[in-house]
């Protein structure tokens, strides 16, 4: 199994920034992608970003050149910076994980509970 733990959501002012890390522990075998998503109240939950091991990239629309995703492969950590936030950006934000384990040697989904973003002056 693999464990997603985030961290480092709480409120911040509209124009401030937030980094959201987190950290995948397990039996991992290899992380293939991981990624960010929100959540809005009453929404679907949607991608905000993703990265692969070797580091590509990609973002949706509404974040591009204000938020940054990257990941420490060594210890499998991927951070979100998000700057210039606005209130649109309050959510539920959500890790996720493509992941390989000495229990399912193959691709598998992996989610964590979710770290709580408000934007509000």
């Known amino acids: 199994q693999v464990q997603l733990v985030e961290s480092g959501g709480g409120l911040a002012q509209p124009g401030g920034s937030l980094r959201l890390p987190c950290a995948a522990s397990?039996?991992?075998?290899?992380?293939?992608?991981m990624a960010w998503y929100l959540q809005a109240p009453g929404k679907q939950r949607e991608v905000v970003a993703t990265?692969?091991?070797?580091?590509?990239?990609n973002y949706a629309d509404s974040v591009k050149a204000r938020f940054t995703i990257s990941m420490d492969n060594a210890k499998n950590t991927v951070f979100l910076q998000m700057n210039s936030l606005t209130p649109e950006d309050t959510a539920v934000y959500y890790c996720?994980?493509?992941?390989?384990?000495?229990?399912?040697?193959?691709?598998?989904?992996?989610w964590g509970q979710g770290t709580q973003v408000t934007v509000s002056s």
């Open positions: 996720n994980a493509g992941a390989s384990t000495s229990a399912r040697p193959y691709a598998s989904t992996y």
């Open positions: 397990g039996t991992i075998l290899r992380v293939y992608t």
């Open positions: 990265i692969t091991n070797g580091g590509t990239t």
